[in-house]
Structure formats: structure tokens, C-alpha cells
């Protein structure tokens, strides 16, 4: 059993910038791999960003590339998603999921089986 946890959304100007961060606890950090999604009103959720296990491998979405980055602090348990230069298209709820192949990139989201609840992101134009 994995619990997430996420933080740090919040409403922000067009071009500002938030970092989100997931904290996990009941399993050791380590043994998986970790993604970001993000589900807009009427929407289907969509893939943002994964990381491996140790983050020497990470995976982003065409839309976020070269605006968002995906970190992870092992021993703090903690995922991290940098978003800078946002736009309003960016605005949905976000999501950290755990992948248990912890070595995988896999941008699907049926591959990751515990999830967040979400914290939302809203960018006014």
C-alpha cells in the first residue's frame, strides 16, 4: 500500500510559475518509478511527466517540454514537478502516481497503480 500525497497547486498568472510536490509513505520510495498527470474539466487525464526510480531517466509530454521539470528526493520521499512559463491550457488538477517497475518509463496511466488525490492548478491568462 502506497499513500500520495500532493501540494502546491494554486492560481497563478500566465507565465508564473509553481512547483507541486508529492509525498509518499507505506512503501519504500525507492522501489518504484513515479509520473505526473493532469485531468482539465471535461477532459481525459493526460500524461505529463515520469521519472525512474533513481531519476536518471525522465519522460515529458510534448506540450510541458522545456517548461516543466520532474525531480524526486529519495530521502525525502518526495516527487517534484517545476512548472515555469505557464499558460492558461495548463490549468487542471494534477496527479503523482507510483509505477511499481521502478526502472520503466511508461507514459500510459494503467501502468501506475496508486494515485493522489490531486491538486489543483489554475492559470489565468
Known amino acids: 500500500q502506497v499513500r500520495l500525497v500532493e501540494s502546491g497547486g494554486g492560481l497563478v498568472q500566465a507565465g508564473g510559475s509553481l512547483r507541486l510536490s508529492c509525498t509518499a509513505s507505506g512503501r519504500t520510495f525507492m522501489s518504484f518509478a513515479m509520473g505526473w498527470f493532469r485531468q482539465a474539466p471535461g477532459k481525459e487525464r493526460e500524461f505529463v511527466a515520469a521519472?525512474?526510480?533513481?531519476?536518471?531517466?525522465?519522460s515529458y509530454a510534448d506540450s510541458v517540454k522545456g517548461r516543466f521539470t520532474i525531480s524526486r528526493d529519495n530521502l525525502k520521499s518526495t516527487l517534484y514537478l517545476q512548472m515555469n512559463s505557464l499558460k492558461p491550457e495548463d490549468t487542471a488538477a494534477y496527479y503523482c502516481?507510483?509505477?511499481?517497475?521502478?526502472?520503466?518509463?511508461?507514459?500510459?496511466?494503467?501502468?501506475?497503480?496508486?494515485w493522489g488525490q490531486g491538486t489543483q492548478v489554475t492559470v489565468s491568462s
Open positions: 521519472i525512474s526510480w533513481n531519476g536518471d531517466r525522465t
Open positions: 502516481a507510483s509505477d511499481p517497475d521502478s526502472d520503466r518509463i511508461v507514459v500510459s496511466d494503467t501502468a501506475y497503480d496508486y
